[in-house]
């Protein structure tokens, strides 16, 4: 039997109206069970598969979600980076569950109309978003008139973009308390410091020092992002540095182990000497030697929350921000 392709004919050959045969074989409609039992066993005998893109410019549907990575602060940074690499991961997997595809962009912002022209190309039906970079207030405009879309960040109060993140601010301290129960007492932050989530763990750091009256005794290194030019720079900064503190809470994994890196090659031993928290929770940690030590944001969880929000608000419904609670990982770093 030939393989039938027009929706039009292979509705005639199972004695339905097209639009009837559409709402069977789409799963979508009121059909009956055994109407749709009918005409997809027939569609199966005959061959038939819909033009699932002609019916999705029909539905202006593309079933795919669009996932941006901003990198205004740190340019230099690729998506092979552990920690965009994992988070994206986990989103591909969660969308896949629930017939979307992911469509990944890296994003340099030249200009504040970056993400009104992603909008406006109609190549996805909604926005992820990996991360605030500095362009929070962008994103925070374009939430008052485009509805589908979340992004993976901190939550500031009174705002108005869909967010999910977890608590840096808490994530900070309990990272700078662990290395206070370790005993140190002198402890550096080194990592980025610009943006809303590294400038809440920094917070963090230094409520935790502060309450210990420890404060005085903290410094900050800023730190760039992208895992060999943070290596780079602990690597300079143990080389100028007077005295070492006897404990580091790195602002994200990959600064840890970059850290770990220039540590070792200087001869300072980790834990013994210097201990090392890192923050992001990402699986490569584990494997290092000594593992490490870090604050633990689940990113899995956070990547199945942002992917219902979305598909929710694509929805119609108004979701709101939610924050993870970080959780605390010993290992042999600190």
């Not at 202006?60 to 979600?65: F, G, K, L, N, P």
């Not at 991961?89 to 992603?118: C, K, N, T």
């Amino acid at each position: 039997m030939a393989v039938v392709r027009d929706l039009k004919a292979f509705a005639a050959l199972a004695g339905v109206s097209t639009a009837t045969a559409s709402r069977a074989l789409s799963g979508t409609g009121r059909v009956s069970v055994d109407t749709r039992a009918r005409i997809n066993q027939l569609a199966d005998e005959l061959g038939y598969r819909p033009n699932l893109v002609a019916r999705n410019l029909r539905l202006q549907c593309t079933r795919t979600i669009g996932v941006l990575v901003p990198l205004g602060h740190e340019r230099t940074q690729h998506l092979s980076d552990p920690f965009f690499s994992t988070m994206t991961g986990f989103l591909a997997d969660e969308l896949a569950e629930r017939g979307y595809d992911l469509l990944l962009s890296r994003i340099l912002p030249r200009d504040e109309r970056w993400l009104d022209d992603y909008v406006g190309s109609g190549r996805v039906d909604g926005i992820i978003i990996v991360g605030h970079s500095d362009q929070y207030d962008v994103i925070e405009e374009v939430s008052r008139r485009y509805q589908p879309m979340v992004a993976w960040g901190g939550v500031l109060e009174g705002q108005h973009h869909c967010s999910v993140g977890s608590d840096n601010r808490k994530g900070g301290w309990m990272a700078a308390r662990h290395l206070i129960a370790q005993g140190c007492r002198t402890v550096a932050f080194a990592g980025p410091i610009q943006g809303h989530e590294f400038g809440e763990r920094l917070a963090g750091v230094r409520q935790a020092l502060d309450e210990a009256g420890l404060g005085a005794g903290m410094s900050v290194l800023p730190v760039r992002f992208e895992p060999s030019a943070a290596y780079a720079d602990i690597r300079d900064w143990l080389g100028a540095a007077p005295d070492l503190p006897d404990g580091i809470v790195a602002g994200a994994d990959v600064t840890a182990i970059g850290a770990l890196r220039a540590l070792t090659e200087a001869g300072v031993r980790v834990p013994q000497d210097v201990r090392v928290m890192g923050y992001d929770g990402l699986p490569i940690g584990e494997h290092f030697a000594p593992s490490l030590s870090t604050i633990d944001q689940n990113l899995r969880l956070g990547a199945r929350l942002m992917t219902e929000m979305v598909i929710a608000r694509l929805g119609g419904e108004d979701t709101q921000s939610q924050l993870i609670e970080p959780r605390l990982v010993q290992r042999e770093s600190a």
